[in-house]
């Protein structure tokens, strides 16, 4: 098989309204749209952006790719329509869902190939186990276990445990969670123990964002602690796991280490928590606060 890309995300591009104590913001949001929007700042050579939104919305792809970014956009009846609510802490968030986008399809995939692929997962129903083990055959996946934990129930976003996830996890080669999605998933409260867990299920890089406890990362049966640098403001959260997902995928297609990659990725959270959207920075500012 030709692989043209070294690295794919595959997610959807939503419609956001975000609302915290200081404002109410209406933007484009996502996995996808994170995603691309972080590595373009890097470098979006050799990248894959596979979208699906409605038609009346896909003057957002066309921005995205003015900004030198490759994408394959499939038809949606509807774009996923998000409400994301802070309070005064950032980490706790309230979601409502008011619009969904039809699920992806081996048949709408079947083109797809890339070294890696990174499942950017906003609801449960997303992707099928079908899609999830015809992926794996052909590219080392990545997810974000967000929205497999994640189902809507009139428009509210309800965590829900995910049926299928020993059968998935055993094609899914990198893993992210956060510390509650890392509860829901494995019933451990204890970092480490919920990362053997998921090790033990097949994972092969497992990856828990703690807040501002930092990360730990679990590979090759080490453990490597990655810290929470501190940030001058906290602006807007919505997207620091995507914007994590990039720096750590980014850095290991280099041949980073573990420890390098995490840091890194942790660095490009504390940049991207300093303003509304998506990851700004540069590749140099990620270093100098990593001193890498």
């Not at 934990?149 to 509210?156: G, M, P, W």
């Not at 990725?265 to 001193?291: D, W, Y």
Request: net charge negative; glycine share 8%.
């Amino acid at each position: 098989m030709n692989i043209r890309h070294n690295l794919c995300c595959i997610g959807y591009i939503t419609q956001d309204k975000v609302v915290t104590p200081q404002s109410t913001i209406y933007m484009p949001g996502g996995t996808s749209f994170y995603f691309a929007h972080g590595i373009k700042h890097l470098s979006a050579e050799g990248f894959l952006l596979v979208t699906a939104l409605a038609d009346a919305d896909m003057h957002v792809v066309e921005e995205i790719k003015k900004e030198g970014i490759e994408v394959k956009a499939l038809h949606s009846n509807h774009s996923v329509c998000f409400e994301n609510i802070y309070g005064e802490n950032q980490n706790e968030r309230t979601q409502r869902v008011t619009a969904k986008a039809d699920p992806f399809t081996v048949e709408a995939l079947k083109d797809i190939s890339a070294k890696t692929i990174h499942l950017g997962t906003l609801l449960a129903d997303d992707f099928s186990l079908e899609v999830i083990k015809f992926l794996s055959g052909k590219s080392l996946l990545s997810a974000d276990v967000q929205g497999f934990l994640r189902k809507v129930d009139n428009e509210q976003v309800l965590p829900v445990d995910w049926p299928e996830k020993k059968e998935a996890l055993k094609y899914i080669y990198t893993l992210k969670a956060n510390e509650a999605e890392m509860e829901v998933l494995t019933g451990c409260t204890d970092p480490h123990e919920a990362a053997l867990l998921i090790a033990d299920w097949g994972v092969k890089e497992v990856l828990l964002t703690l807040g501002d406890k930092g990360s730990l990362i679990y590979a090759s049966g080490q453990f490597y602690d990655i810290p929470a640098y501190s940030t001058l403001q906290v602006v807007d959260a919505t997207g620091c796991g995507d914007t994590y997902m990039v720096g750590y995928l980014y850095m290991r297609n280099k041949g980073a280490s573990y420890q390098e990659a995490g840091c890194f990725a942790a660095a490009m959270c504390t940049l991207k928590l300093q303003s509304h959207g998506p990851f700004r920075g540069t590749e140099a500012q990620v270093r100098s606060i990593t001193n890498m």
